[in-house]
């Protein structure tokens, strides 16, 4: 049986909020969406089967660490990411330039692309727009990203537009590499730093180009919501509207939402891991640190509204022993209970926008977070 071809369909909108669906190889996307990062094959704690019950559709792997280990050739010999991991959806791969662009005195930028040691062994590599885009092949990535310079915060105008624009070249570059295969796509990414102009130049230049979605980069690098949010307003409505749009590395629950609000269709993020794994629990009251002492001897949920296995089953109080114990079950709950919360709002979202009440639902969402601790507790 064929793959069917790569699309997206807008099925509803609320503003400029978006209700979608993305179709690929390996299954649709309903967006609003959220991925859970799963950067070295495996989301931490989880397994697939866990994955796809908190309603997650869609994961992210992580080109650079998959190409020091274990290597993307021997990935395609063994069946590619989707039978490596024995995750049945959807698969989108980020290009490996932001994890490159973090090495620092690692790497060295030029025309060509980036050449760096690992991390792990201190070996040097190569990655250029062109082998960027033929690992992501070889992973068989459903939605592969193209390299570009993630410009650091904060940066002159001068030097964002120099890294901006060396991102455009490298995405044409990408563009002619990718190899489409049935059901899969490549995803332009919108640099420029805080600059509108260089913003709006970008997306021009991208669109020139031509992809199957549209990302914006280079955010939640310490510039605060605000900024961000200001970005997006600037550069959203210079996007196809028929295309998916992806903010990357975004964010916390209130990020998300607000970007939904400005047309973003696609997130995805560390924080419900990686929180997950250090004590810190989502809640629609905001966030719980389950190491407080305050939890000891508490018999609830974290929250008793939530449908999760976590909240079905256990307290507070047995979290708070896990994680003082350093039992390495604390981390799989909490992490499992973070992700089924993202998911949650993924969906309420959905449902919002499609009912038309989508300004009802992010009020009450700002309401409900600015209760906070107190009411969660």
């Known amino acids: 049986m064929s793959a069917p071809a790569f699309g997206f369909d807008l099925l509803a ?29 495996t989301v931490k ?10 309603g997650a559709q869609i994961v992210l792997g992580n080109t650079y660490h998959l190409m020091l280990r274990p290597g993307a050739e021997r990935m395609a010999r063994l069946g590619g990411l989707h039978d490596f991991m024995s995750w049945r959806k959807p698969i989108l791969t980020d290009s490996g330039g932001y994890q490159v662009m973090s090495l620092a005195d690692l790497r060295k930028i030029d025309e060509d692309g980036v050449t760096f040691r690992s991390h792990l062994d201190g070996a040097a590599h190569a990655l ?38 060396r991102s455009m070249r490298w995405a044409a570059r990408c563009r002619a590499a990718f190899k489409a295969r049935p059901g899969t796509g490549l995803f332009g990414i919108v640099q420029g730093g805080v600059y509108p102009d260089l ?16 990302a914006v980069g280079g955010l939640a690098v310490g510039e605060g919501q605000e900024i961000m949010f200001q970005v997006l307003d600037d550069t959203v409505p210079a996007l196809p509207q028929d295309k998916p749009r992806y903010l990357m590395g975004v964010g916390k629950p209130a990020d998300i939402v607000g970007a939904v609000l400005r047309g973003i269709d696609m997130f995805d993020c560390v924080l419900p891991t990686r929180s997950g794994r250090t004590g810190q629990a989502f809640t629609r009251h905001g966030t719980l640190n389950m190491r407080n002492a305050r939890h000891m001897e508490d018999t609830r949920p974290i929250d008793p509204e939530c449908p999760c296995p976590t909240c079905a089953l256990h307290s507070r109080a047995y979290l708070r022993h896990l994680f ?38 992010a009020a009450r969402f700002a309401l409900d977070e600015a209760r906070g601790d107190v009411a969660a507790g």
Do not use: K, W
């Open 13 to 41: 909108s609320d503003g400029a909020a978006r209700r979608g669906r993305v179709t690929t190889a390996h299954g649709v996307i309903d967006t609003p969406a959220f991925m859970p990062v799963g950067t070295a094959a």
């Open 45 to 54: 704690g989880m397994t697939v089967e866990e994955i796809a019950a908190t």
């Open 128 to 165: 250029t727009p062109e082998r960027a885009v033929e690992i992501q092949g070889l992973l068989d990535a459903d939605i592969s990203m193209v390299l570009d310079e993630c410009t650091p915060f904060p940066a002159s105008e001068a030097v964002a537009a120099e890294s901006m624009r």
């Open 199 to 214: 913003r709006r130049e970008s997306a021009a230049a991208l669109m020139e180009i031509g992809f199957e979605g549209y």
């Open 324 to 361: 003082q114990a350093d039992e390495m079950l604390g981390p799989i709950l909490l992490t499992r209970h973070n992700l089924h919360y993202y998911q949650q709002v993924m969906s309420g979202l959905r449902a919002a926008i499609e009912g038309g009440r989508l300004g009802d639902f």
